[in-house]
């Protein structure tokens, strides 16, 4: 956690006050802070590509999340790389709330507070786009993307502090994978744990989705690369959490339980 002194903290979150994006729900531009006024908290997170694995998983976790979240009066503002046909699609296949998404076409507020943009490199004969690509390839190998083929290989192998992803009674449809129980995951390595598969599986359906609607989620592939970041504030607009990515697969600063940070209160 990284606890910033309060005027930085303000300045911050002045800054999310007066930002203006596209809201999903209605498509009218907007405060992506309007009707946080009343929150006990406030998590606003930068998400990159929407069709990016990450956010993915990031929306996944705060739908298992949602009730305590709820309870909690954490208040969640998300900010997407991508156009309102993203932001669609992304709310009709994670359940993450339309109206609490807002799309940033050109990443101007990720770039507005320096957040990582990943691999730079640039070969004169490639397109924007095709360089992307290329810069997207190196970080999925690992290169300026330290951590990422931990966490990949983590997925097959399983990981005993982080709990069970899939319920034993669920069905996950994973293409070309038949439709598998969670049950059917025991054999793999028993229940109560994230099993070896079972977080492999969930991306294997992630993975179907976003290539079988990939230009929706990805209108403009000039920003593959872009990371986000993660701030949760206090109702009076202190920072009481932040984390800012520096790797494919790094939205958390803790991989097996992404969201123990929600617990921080402000002293």
């Known amino acids: 956690m990284t606890q910033a002194k309060q005027g930085s903290d303000l300045q911050l979150y002045d800054c999310f006050q007066q930002t203006k994006r596209q809201r999903v729900s209605d498509g009218a531009i907007v405060p992506i802070l309007e009707g946080c006024s009343s929150a006990a908290r406030i998590l606003v997170l930068l998400w990159s590509q929407l069709g990016d694995f990450d956010n993915l998983e990031y929306a996944w976790w705060l739908q298992r999340e949602a009730k305590s979240l709820r309870e909690a009066g954490i208040a969640i503002r998300a900010v997407g790389i991508g156009d309102r046909g993203s932001g669609e699609q992304f709310c009709a ?115 179907g989705e976003v290539l079988s609607h990939w230009k929706t989620y990805v209108p403009d592939s000039a920003y593959l690369t872009q990371r986000g970041a993660t701030f949760l504030f206090d109702a009076e607009g202190q920072l009481l959490y932040e984390h800012r990515d520096r790797a494919i697969l790094g939205f958390a600063e803790d991989k097996s339980k992404p969201l123990p940070f929600l617990t921080v209160r402000s002293d």
């Open 93 to 207: 296949y994670t359940g993450f709330p339309a109206d609490c998404l807002f799309v940033d076409p050109k990443a101007e507020l990720h770039q507005q507070l320096d957040l990582y943009q990943g691999l730079l490199l640039k070969l004169p004969l490639l397109s924007p786009g095709q360089n992307a690509w290329l810069n997207l390839l190196l970080m999925c190998a690992g290169i300026g993307s330290p951590g990422t083929l931990s966490e990949v290989f983590r997925g097959y192998r399983g990981d005993r502090k982080a709990p069970q992803l899939i319920a034993d009674e669920e069905t996950v449809k994973a293409p070309p994978l038949p439709p598998l129980k969670g049950s059917s995951f025991r054999w793999a390595g028993g229940k109560g744990y994230q099993r070896p598969f079972e977080l492999a599986t969930l991306r294997l359906r992630n993975m």
